[in-house]
């Protein structure tokens, strides 16, 4: 019998969609456009979907390393929630999660959107104090989110285990009924062909290799693995490796990248109906569509560029899950697989212009940028089209990292970093 990777069923998925040979095989690309975008993940994709929708900007090229999606967007769990701390996250977050109700209709593509509901648990006195600030910070920013007591927890998630004899007995939780998960993959195929149909060009196995610029500094083009391509502007969406190619401008970038794993079970008939999270035992769950349970842990503790990690954090990992879920203690792990996060000293994103006249960036989504992706490529359009930013993105400067003045959601982020 023939073995497939996930990443190849995916491709062979691709193939077989009508019309894929026509509409996505790599285009040759032009001498010159007007913009490039650098990475063919979910942000790309949206960016260049919303220049071309919202800006009458279609003279466009994406250009992929490797395929379109098989970065961190065909990686990820897919939880959306927007539950952050602070006012700019609550508006950047909570932009996404409006734009989410709606994606399908408007791309045409279903991308499977479920707001299922996210519970945060809380295990100890500390997490109810953090947890219950969260909660009233989103109301003041009219996001929902509820304090729920470990019985409403349990009676909104039945598997959930909230016997006091627990390790780390659940003392409490809160729950946005808004938030809840997407089919990943789906939505870069869903955002690429859309794009592909305003006449966006997506050029997958293309390397960035070099940013060229004029004498007077103006970004003028990139060099690829197939050849010198002109643009007059050029955005940098490659999670994970965002440093990498700003540097390739002389732009150093406040950016630690980490291997981040998940997992999923066998498929089982549905018996999990939310996303639940624990920042404390660092587990999280929810159950796909198929059936998987999809699990997922922390970063690895060191930097690395490796598409892998260490096994000792999705050991530590199930060990949680049985603990807070003891009926899953017998279910067999299908397979596990890791990708490279970009992560900023407050653990927030950069969405902006950058010194360089014509180069912007948009990275350090660290380990929760999918959720993001509808708001992100919309504002991070605008702030490409107007060469301004949009006032949504208006605080996610690089600048910030010299002001001081940064958006602290260590906590928000609810995976160990
Ligand atoms: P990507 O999808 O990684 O796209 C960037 C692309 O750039 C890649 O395809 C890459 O190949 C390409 N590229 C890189 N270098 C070059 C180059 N030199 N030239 C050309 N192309 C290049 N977020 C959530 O909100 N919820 C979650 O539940 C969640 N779970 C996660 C679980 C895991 C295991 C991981 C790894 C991440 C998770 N995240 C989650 C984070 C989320 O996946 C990312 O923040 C998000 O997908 C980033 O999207 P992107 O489009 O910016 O990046
Ligand atoms: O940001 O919600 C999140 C998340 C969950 C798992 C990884 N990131």
């Known amino acids: 019998m023939r073995k497939y990777s996930v990443f190849a069923i995916a491709r062979e998925a691709m193939r077989a969609h009508k019309g894929w040979d026509a509409q996505w095989s790599s285009p040759e690309p032009r001498a010159e456009y007007d913009v490039i975008i650098v990475g063919a993940g979910g942000h790309g994709l949206a960016t260049a979907y919303y220049l071309a929708k919202n800006h009458g900007i279609t003279n466009i090229a994406v250009l992929e390393k490797g395929w379109l999606g098989g970065g961190n967007t065909g990686r990820n769990t897919t939880i959306i929630r927007s539950n952050y701390l602070y006012d700019e996250s609550a508006g950047i977050y909570d932009h996404a999660v409006k734009l989410w109700d709606g994606l399908s209709q408007d791309l045409n593509y279903n991308v499977m959107y479920s707001a299922r509901g996210v519970m945060m648990l809380a295990h100890n006195v500390h997490d109810v104090q953090s947890l219950k600030r969260h909660v009233h910070a989103n109301r003041l920013n009219g996001i929902d989110n509820e304090w729920m007591t470990p019985e409403q927890a349990k009676a909104y998630c039945p598997p959930l285990n909230i016997s006091p004899d627990a390790r780390y007995p659940v003392v409490g939780a809160t729950l946005q009924r808004r938030g809840g998960t997407a089919r990943h993959d789906a939505v870069a195929w869903g955002y690429a062909r859309a794009a592909s149909d305003r006449g966006v060009h997506i050029i997958q196995n293309c390397e960035v290799k070099g940013i060229r ?14 050849g010198f391509i002109g643009a007059k502007k050029v955005g940098v969406v490659a999670a994970g490796h965002s440093s990498v190619i700003m540097q390739m401008a002389d732009v150093r970038m406040p950016l630690e990248s980490y291997p981040l794993q998940a ?32 699990i997922g842990a922390g970063t690895d503790q060191y930097i690395s560029y490796s598409q892998t990690g260490g096994l000792h954090i999705l050991t530590h990992t199930l060990d949680a899950i049985c603990e807070m879920f003891p009926v899953f203690s017998r279910m067999k792990m299908l397979r596990s697989w890791g990708g490279i996060v970009d992560v900023t000293p407050d653990r927030s994103p950069i969405l902006a212009k950058t010194p360089v006249p014509g180069l912007y960036v948009n990275c350090g989504w660290g380990t929760g940028g999918f959720k993001a992706t509808p708001g992100s490529g919309h504002v991070f359009a605008h702030t490409i089209a107007n060469d301004n930013p949009h006032p949504i993105n208006a605080g996610f400067t690089l600048e910030r990292f010299r002001s001081g003045r940064l958006i602290d959601e260590a906590a928000a982020a609810a995976v160990a970093h």
């Open 213 to 226: 610029r004029s004498a007077n500094g103006h970004v003028t083009g990139v060099e690829t693995s197939r």
């Open 263 to 294: 997992l999923v079970s066998e498929p089982v008939k549905p018996c999990f109906p939310c996303v639940v999270m624990s920042n404390t035992v660092h587990a999280y769950i929810s159950q796909s569509d198929k059936g998987e349970l999809v």
